[in-house]
């Protein structure tokens, strides 16, 4: 079993790339692909149906985070399971949603993932249209992966979320959020191998904190 991480995938057509991409023709059903928040699967007004299709051509498993381009009244709509040491959210066969605060061992590897992301300058108008409330992450799904990693010692292979920190937001020139700063006091309770995150339009490492942006390069983890 193989691990990779992307980025997001929202709109009828960001799946495309995934299928030309090197490291997604070498795997399978056995192995996973983590689409680190905006996986087009659960976007507002999307023809689930036809999505969910174009996802399982793929040659993967599919797994991800949620994020801000998420129908959060379509995702609610879920029953939970557990999975893996974590809860998850069964979208179809080999899709499925991987919950706030939840530690999974995925490939041998310890994977806490935290999903959500804000979206800016959002009004009243676009609510539960363009945006959710749900989707900001809460100081609660912090501590749920505190205390979930407190079992592992609090220390984890991969933190995987759609946003970034607070203070990592000068080295990715994205806007500070509630988001992030949620996130800001998950980086100062968990300690991790390293860290993976979506949300910006960039593909970046950054050594100094052991952490990635992901936007369209598909790394391989595991």
Known sequence: MRLAVTGGTWGKDGIRRLFDDPVIK???????????????????????????????????SVLFIDGSRDDYDLLGDYPLFPWNGGMMQNISRSILRLTRGQVFMICGAKVLTLGGASTPERGDLGKYWNWWPEQDPSPGDVDTAVLNTAEWGGHVDFILTCDCPTSWKGLVGGRISKSSDVLEDLLRRVDYRHWYFGNHPIDADYDDVRASCVNKRVIRIV
């Open 26 to 60: 070498g795997f399978d059903k056995g192995d996973f692909l983590v689409i680190l928040g905006d996986c087009g699967i659960t976007e507002p007004r999307a023809n689930l149906r036809e999505r969910i299709d174009d996802y399982r051509r793929l040659p993967c």
